[in-house]
C-alpha cells in the first residue's frame, strides 16, 4: 500500500515551505485585533461553513465557548451551522442561500464579528451573510483558499491558504483556527498557557531564557559542535539528533571559540554563514551561539530533555552530561557515520 500519511505530510510541508505567509501573517494580526477588540467590547463572533468547513466553524465555537489552552471565562461564539430545525427550517422557507444569512440577522448586532470559511471563497450562503453583515455593520472575516473570491471582495480581511488543493487549504485553516483561538485567550485575559517557541531559527543569547521556557512543554534535544566544514557525517547526526525529540536545538561554537580550539588559521566559515547553513536543514529547529570553550553554560540555561553527542565521545566525557541527568534527562551517543569526518577532508586538502 502507498505511504498516504507521508505523502500527504509532505504535500502539507511544500505549501508551508512555500507559501507566503508574511502576508497571511500581516491579515492573521488583522483579523486577531478585530476578535479581540469585538470581544472586550461584549459582542460576539458568529461563524459559518459548508461542510468540512462547517466542521471547523463549531470547532472554533467549541474552543472559544469552552476553552482552548487554560481555564478561563467563557466567551461569547455561535457557529450557525449547527441548529438543525432552525437550519432546515430556513432551507425550507427562503432557500439554502439564506441559511446564514437569516441567522446574521437573527443574532448580529453592530460591534458582532462574522467569520467565514470557504474553501474555494465563492460559497453562495457565506456571500449572502456577508453581504447581511456589511449592511448591519458586523465585522466580516473570510477563511478562504489562495485565489481572489467573492468573500475577498466583501471582506474586512481575508485569511488566504495558499494553495489550491482542498486538503491542503483546510489544513492550514485549522492551524489559522488554532492561532486565533490561542490569540483571542492570551490578548484578553492576558495568560499563555505556555511561552511561544521562536518563530527563528537563529537565536542570539539574550533570546535563550525565552526558549528555555517555551522548550519546557517538548522533548528537546541538544547537540553541539563548530561545523565549520558541513559534510554527509554531520547532516548524519543532525538527522539522527532530531529522531530523538520533538525539537532540536545546535549550539554552535562563536569564531573565537573555534579560533582557541582549533588554532587561528581557523573557521573556515564565520559564525553567520556556519548557523545559515545549519538553519537551512530541516532537523534543526533552533541555532544558539556560545563564546566559551564547551556548552556548559548553554547546556545548564536551556535544560534539555536529550543531550547527544556522535561516538568519538562516551557519556562520561560529554560536557553537561551530569547535569542533564541530574534534572531527569538523558545521554545518547550516536555511532558516526564512516567515511566522514571533517579531519579527513582537511588531510585530504592539505595532501
Known sequence: MKHYFLDDLQALK??????????????????????????????????????????????MAGEIVGRFGY????????????????????????????????????????GDVLIGISTSGNSANIVEAFKTAKEMNISTI???????????????????????????????????????????????FNKAASPALPNKKILSGNEIKTLAEAIKAYKSVFTNGCFDILHPGHVYILNECRKQGE???????????????????RPYHKFEDRANVLAALEAVDYVIGFD???????????????????????????VGADWVTSHGGKVVIIPLLQGHSTTAILNSKNS
Open 14 to 59: 511544500m505549501v508551508i515551505n512555500t507559501s507566503k505567509f508574511s502576508s497571511l501573517a500581516e491579515n492573521f494580526d488583522k483579523a486577531a485585533k478585530i476578535l479581540v477588540k469585538s470581544l472586550k467590547n461584549g459582542n460576539k463572533i458568529l461563524i459559518c461553513g459548508n461542510g468540512g468547513s462547517a466542521s471547523d466553524a463549531e470547532h
Open 247 to 265: 525539537l532540536l536545538i545546535v549550539g554552535l561554537n562563536s569564531d573565537a571559540s573555534i579560533k582557541r580550539l582549533k588554532g587561528e588559521s
Open 142 to 188: 473570510a477563511l478562504t483558499g489562495s485565489k481572489d473570491s467573492k468573500l475577498s471582495a466583501l471582506a474586512d480581511v481575508t485569511l488566504r491558504s495558499s494553495s489550491a488543493k482542498t486538503p491542503r487549504i483546510q489544513e492550514i485553516h485549522s492551524i489559522l483556527i488554532h492561532s486565533l483561538c490561542r490569540a483571542i485567550e492570551d490578548e484578553i
Open 71 to 110: 481555564d478561563r471565562p467563557s466567551l461569547p461564539c455561535i457557529s450557525l451551522c449547527t441548529p438543525s430545525a432552525t437550519f432546515t427550517a430556513i432551507s425550507n422557507d427562503y432557500g439554502y442561500e439564506k441559511v446564514f444569512s437569516r441567522q446574521v440577522s437573527g443574532f448580529g448586532k453592530v
Open 292 to 318: 566559551e570553550d564547551t556548552p556548559k553554560e548553554l547546556i545548564e540555561a536551556l535544560t534539555p530533555n536529550i543531550l547527544i553527542k556522535g561516538g568519538d565521545y562516551t557519556p562520561e566525557t560529554v
